[in-house]
């Protein structure tokens, strides 16, 4: 997979966290255990030079859910080399195998920012590139109560029959810390199937 920004199948729908693991990773985690609900984190390399977080990672890989590639330290890709951009997904992809033993499929920009000339290269090293359709924003100062309000509305408006969501959360968040298991029920009780991004994107691949 290229590129993607939807699940192949719909309803589908992959919670995505990016720039973690934050001070906030464990309530996350716990939220999605207590709900039994996958997730995907978009991780940055540095974090992983920290053994706290790394015990982290380790508890979600133990609980079933995906880790991929954010890049080294959050740069934006759009102003980096072609050799700038190639060490951030290596190195990263790197000391994720280094210290959690698995290997990654994707690779996610910092902030989506990203052209055709950076993708060549993230695809010459064999990764898909992953972006989303649902944005809410909860890396915004918006009360949390409004940012749920916003996805209901947004998830209300779609159909399980014919939509799939890829949503964009941080798990640094004041939403995510306090209002994930919101989010997830609204999800489920417009009857999307949550999934990991590797079972967004290759669902219905034999």
């Known amino acids: 997979m290229p590129l993607a920004f939807e699940c192949r199948q719909p309803g589908l729908a992959a919670l995505t966290f990016d720039d973690g693991p934050s001070s906030h990773f464990a309530t996350v985690l716990d939220t999605l255990n207590t709900h039994a609900a996958p997730a995907t984190f978009f991780v940055l390399g540095e974090h992983l030079e920290n053994p706290t977080k790394v015990e ?84 915004s100062q918006r009360p949390p109560d409004a940012i749920v309000r916003d996805i209901d509305a947004a998830v209300g408006q779609s159909d399980a029959t014919t939509d799939s969501f890829i949503v964009l959360l941080h798990d640094s968040s004041p939403t995510s810390a306090t209002k994930l298991g919101e989010i997830i029920t609204i999800f489920r009780s417009h009857g999307y199937t949550l999934v990991t991004y590797d079972n967004c994107v290759d669902a219905g691949v034999e």
């Open 56 to 139: 982290l990672l380790n508890q979600a890989v133990m609980a079933g859910h995906q880790i991929e590639n954010h890049g080294w330290n959050h740069a934006r890709f759009s102003t980096l080399t072609n050799a700038e951009l190639v060490e951030q997904v290596v190195s990263t992809a790197a000391i994720i195998l280094d210290r959690l033993g698995i290997g990654t499929r994707f690779v996610r920009p910092p902030h989506g920012d990203i052209q055709i000339e950076q993708g060549i290269p993230i695809w010459d090293l064999g990764y898909g590139i992953a972006l989303w359709n649902g944005d809410p924003a909860d890396y």
